[in-house]
């Protein structure tokens, strides 16, 4: 008998239904909590079961391709999911795309995706880890990097693996059929990138597989090849993607609408109160740890009159205490009250220039705090830039020598040593 068959056989012999105690009926309401999908729910729960009875815990996996040095809100959404299942008792993998980061994702993109190199990857993935720990319990976290069972694969083993999907199959993900209807190029190695994360839930032995709605077609892959290689396939649990602070595109580095998890506190805490009143309820879905029913009275609150802004005070230091400490979410409190005041900030940053006197809006350019004078000449005109506090009416000021604090709308601040 083949490994194939005997993993086949303890499949079908494992598929008794169980009943579903307390214990897992709770567990599964933790894990619907503020998810797009789980596919599927009833599997699912029966695995939940057969874990209770067993006292083996389910291996729970989340990749993410290193294609930027950085993490943000948007990220934590899918983390926080999978430190709830982590808190539940089972084994969560957090694992590192170096492979599948140089071929790129298509997920959602019109045009091919550039390859990163493999030091870009090195560079990101030094960071990931680190960050992702402040949300995961690192002690109870198994690190996984793809390039392990990838690499060994070889031409061979990708050419037995590509067998194994249909060119059909692949044009049934949306991206991919509208870049074919509008003669967009697809690369070939394009359709490799959902077989090498299906691969990796065959590797990893998966249970449930964890993702944004944009990784659905991916997710789903894994489970396919899971029972093309005798494995009883994974559930999948979809997390919906988190809006930045425009409220409209999702949170992203290069729509510049994004709260990174390693921004200091003052900034993140800025950054959350600026949200709107209504997409502060998104944020608390799918951010928070409060309780449901917590989240509830909050809306009642609300409704009856309390000031949103109280609520949003609440989210913005949870965050902040997240990803730093309770005293920094005071102090970022305090800080922000005191910006809405008038006030300067205390972290300002401190720089040293010279050429003085110098026109205003030269002045702002060289402080980092307009990205070119036609935008400080903008920002002038609409009010918002102020010399100690004062706001500055005239373009063509120039600012003699001296210390000074100018400030750029509500969040931008430079104290400047000017000199001659």
Known sequence: MTSTQTNANTLKSTTAVLPLS???????????????ELLIESEFAQKLARSEQSGKPLRIKLGL???????????????????QLQDLGHNVIFLIGDFTSMIGDPSGRNATRPPLTREQIEENAQTYFKQASLVLDPAKTEIRYNSEWCDPLGARGMIQLSSKYTVARMMERDDF????????????????????????????????ELGGTD????????????KDYGQEPQCILTMPLLE??????KMSKSKNNYIAITEPANTMFAKVMSISDSMMWRYYELLSFCSLEQIASYKKAVAEGQNPRDIKVAIAQEIVTRFHSRQAAEDALADFVNRSKGGIPDDVAELSLSGAPVAVAQLLKQANLCPSTSDAMRMIDQ?????????ISDKALKIEAGTFVLQVGKRKFAKITLSA
């Not at 307390?22 to 797009?36: E, F, M, N, P, Y």
């Not at 290193?66 to 899918?78: E, I, Q, R």
């Not at 009010?383 to 706001?391: K, S």
């Open 22 to 36: 307390d214990a897992v009926q709770h567990a599964l309401a933790v894990t619907k909590r503020g998810v797009d």
């Open 65 to 83: 391709d290193p294609t930027a040095p950085d993490l943000h809100l948007g990220h934590t959404v899918v983390l926080n999911k999978m430190r």
């Open 177 to 208: 059929t509208k870049r074919f209807k509008a003669g967009t190029p697809i690369s070939i190695h394009e359709f490799l990138y959902p077989l090498m994360q299906g691969y990796d839930s065959v590797a990893l032995h998966s249970d449930l």
């Open 215 to 226: 990784q659905k077609f991916n997710l789903l892959v894994g489970r396919e090849l899971q």
């Open 244 to 249: 930045g602070l425009d409220g409209v595109e």
């Open 383 to 391: 009010g918002g830039v102020r010399l100690d506090g004062a706001v």
